[in-house]
């Protein structure tokens, strides 16, 4: 698999979402209202945190995906979780007829959705990053998935969420390969992160034709005065 994984946030941020970029040295982070994501050019350089530090400031609280369990001088643990990237090997993508395509005007529903079902962060533009797909019943979006980190030849599915009541119903699936086709037709290939401990996310993955690619840390740290 491309290497370009390892880092995902970074190659996005040095390419394809260039312009959502504020970068210092070896230090890169999406603008705030995009994306709360931070990212290293190698998490394992104490410069790249180095760079870090100077880019977000002191007693700043920032994540890192694959980012250590030990910290690095001027930065402390605040937490870890384990977390899966998984990438597409065998995924039937489809276009949903009823699927529509979502826009800064369907930004206050989205952010009400994400916010009940709590798939991940989800900023005032996060929409920008991508194609978001939604699926409305009686007017009201009950569903949604779409695209966020896209380092050089892969798209991420992201914010991938249904409606309680409306569960069961395989709208999460059909958005999923929807979303994935839109990626297929660039030429690209489809990946996603989840929690590791999110079981029913992996098994609905695992199901639809993503294989398991690497375990992970998703790391929180502060950054020292």
């Known amino acids: 698999m491309s290497s370009v994984l390892d880092e995902a946030a970074w190659s996005s941020l040095q390419g394809v979402h260039a312009r959502f970029a504020e970068t210092h040295g070896l230090a890169a982070r999406y603008q705030s209202d995009v994306a709360p ?4 050019a190698d998490p394992a350089d ?9 880019l977000v400031g002191p007693g700043a609280e920032i994540s890192v995906a694959g980012g250590p369990d030990i910290a690095f001088p001027g930065w402390e643990v605040v937490a870890t979780i384990g977390g899966t990237q998984f990438v597409d090997v065998n995924l039937r ?4 007829r009823e ?13 009400d959705l994400i916010a009940r079902t709590q798939p991940g962060p989800f900023r005032q533009r996060t929409i920008e990053l991508g194609t978001y797909l939604g699926i409305r019943r009686e007017g009201a979006l009950v569903a949604m998935a779409g695209e966020r980190l896209h380092p050089s030849g892969w798209t991420e ?8 009541a409306r569960r069961g119903q395989g709208l999460a699936t ?10 297929r037709e660039r030429g690209e290939t489809p990946f996603l992160h989840t929690s590791a401990g999110n079981a029913n996310a992996i098994r609905l993955y695992q199901s639809l034709g993503f294989e398991l690619r690497k375990r992970t840390l998703f790391g929180h740290y ?3 005065a």
């Open 37 to 40: 994501f931070h990212a290293l």
């Open 46 to 54: 104490p410069q790249a945190w180095a760079d870090l530090a100077e």
């Open 93 to 96: 993508a489809a276009p949903d």
């Open 99 to 111: 699927a529509v395509v979502l826009g800064a005007a369907d930004v206050p529903e989205i952010l």
């Open 157 to 164: 599915i992201s914010a991938v969420c249904t409606d309680p």
């Open 174 to 183: 059909r958005l999923v390969r929807a979303v994935a086709h839109g990626i």
């Open 222 to 224: 502060r950054a020292l």
